[in-house]
């Protein structure tokens, strides 16, 4: 283990040099307005569908001890999820839109479903200038009988569902279309396999969503390369850490230990939310914590306060089967071919069609670049920064500041580099 006093200092250092920039900016503009203080409104996330999901979705995942950096979208899979409600009926349905509900909604079916489609939009048009994101969702179905084209017409418009068929091939040339299909939506990005394999019987359906997704800062942090921090997490890594000191929204919980920062991208379409415990620690305690209303508490407590930040240049990968996930928080009779009914599918879909799979690929990028348009922003006033030194496992959330929904969810527990030794 390297000495405390010597990780203090390698601590310390890049926090002093970002100190010591930022005070001199300062005085050029002593009372300049930051773009953090002007962030839109942030809609309280318990009314929407993808919060409600996401979170008892990664919990799920999280009770899995070999977990690590867990990545997903609980928008795409919600709304993939919606666009197969509306295409169910029966007990199928009703499972359905039970993972979708909130306490503020009273028809759950169509109300999420306006929800989810809204929200997907907004995210569609904030891509390029919030962030860089590359998506697709799809509905693949196998030696299955006729899908109904208004079902294939209104997924697409509402959700951005394509219907692709597979091959009358074995589980080896379904996975290796459906892996071909991830790597095209991840923009060329090769993808880890499946930790699970797919059967795919005949009428089996198989929900696939892949992204890839870059923040993009209202102002670009500093990175030093040349000499690489630690990074405290399931193995003890050198990685290049990046900073900057700015306004931000930030709040403490003393009582839980835990760090709320609030870092609205550029354009301020979309914020990434990060959750940090005070402490070097696993994530286990703060998951724990996490609830909708106890999330909602903490970013409305958060306010424009001067923060020096330090994160690790780091790429967050996943592919996961969901099947055994949601089928815990409640979707029983969807996988089962007998009693499956998505008579809004397909018309002869009795007996036949049922879900196959929830597959998901993704990727979040932790870079320093910023947006277009940051060399004009005005400098930042800033005074006595609190402290985020990310140098220990933390929660990501990435959110849409118009519809409040939650793009992605992830955990990095571990951050690729030069490998030091195991300790959480």
């Not at 929200?119 to 109904?148: C, D, M």
């Not at 630690?230 to 003393?254: N, Q």
Request: hydrophobic share 40%.
């Amino acid at each position: 283990m390297l000495p405390r006093v010597f990780v203090c200092f390698l601590i310390s250092l890049p926090v002093l040099l970002a100190l010591g920039s930022t005070a001199k900016s300062s005085k050029k503009s002593p009372a300049a307005p930051a773009a953090a203080a002007a962030a839109p409104p942030r809609p309280p996330p318990p009314n929407d569908p993808s919060w409600a999901l996401g979170l008892r979705l990664y919990q799920a995942l999280r009770s899995d001890s070999s977990s690590v950096n867990t990545l997903l979208s609980p928008l795409l899979v919600a709304s993939s999820l919606g666009a197969l409600s509306g295409g169910s009926a029966g007990t199928t349905a009703s499972q359905l839109q039970d993972l979708l509900k909130t306490p503020s909604l009273t028809k759950p079916g169509a109300q999420a479903g306006e929800a989810l489609s809204r929200a997907l939009k907004s995210f569609t048009k904030a891509n390029g200038t919030s962030f860089r994101l590359r998506s697709s969702s799809a509905v693949f179905s196998k030696q299955a009988p006729a899908v109904n084209q208004a079902f294939v017409k209104d997924s697409k418009a509402r959700f951005s569902l394509q219907h692709k068929p597979l091959g009358k091939g074995d589980s080896k040339a379904d996975l290796k279309q459906l892996h071909s299909w991830a790597k095209a939506g991840l923009g060329g990005l090769e993808s880890a396999p499946l930790v699970s394999e797919i059967q795919a019987k005949a009428g089996a359906l198989i929900v696939a969503n892949a992204l890839h997704f870059k923040g993009l800062w209202e102002r670009e942090f500093n990175q030093e390369g040349a000499d690489r921090r630690t990074f405290l997490g399931k193995k003890y890594t050198k990685v290049v850490m990046m900073h900057r000191a700015g306004l931000f929204r930030f709040h403490e919980d003393i009582e839980n230990m835990v760090q709320v920062l609030e870092v609205t991208l550029s354009g301020g379409k979309a914020s990434m939310v990060l959750l940090m415990p005070f402490h070097v620690e696993n994530l286990s305690r703060l998951e724990k914590l996490l609830t909708v209303e106890r999330l909602s508490k903490w970013l409305d407590k958060t306010n424009v306060t001067s923060v020096s930040i330090s994160l690790p240049k780091a790429n967050i990968t996943s592919t996961l089967s969901l099947k055994k996930q949601l089928s815990a928080l409640g979707l029983t009779d969807a996988w089962d071919q007998k009693v499956a009914d998505f008579s809004g599918v397909s018309d002869k879909s009795k007996g036949k069609l049922h879900l196959g799979g929830v597959l998901h690929w993704a990727s979040l990028e932790l870079a320093a670049e910023a947006g277009k348009g940051s060399a004009d922003l005005e400098e930042e006033h800033i005074e006595k920064p609190k402290l985020f030194y990310a140098d220990h496992p933390f929660i990501i959330f990435v959110r849409d500041n118009t519809s409040g929904a939650l793009l992605l969810m992830a955990a990095l527990d571990h951050a690729e580099g030069e490998a030091l030794h195991d300790e959480l």
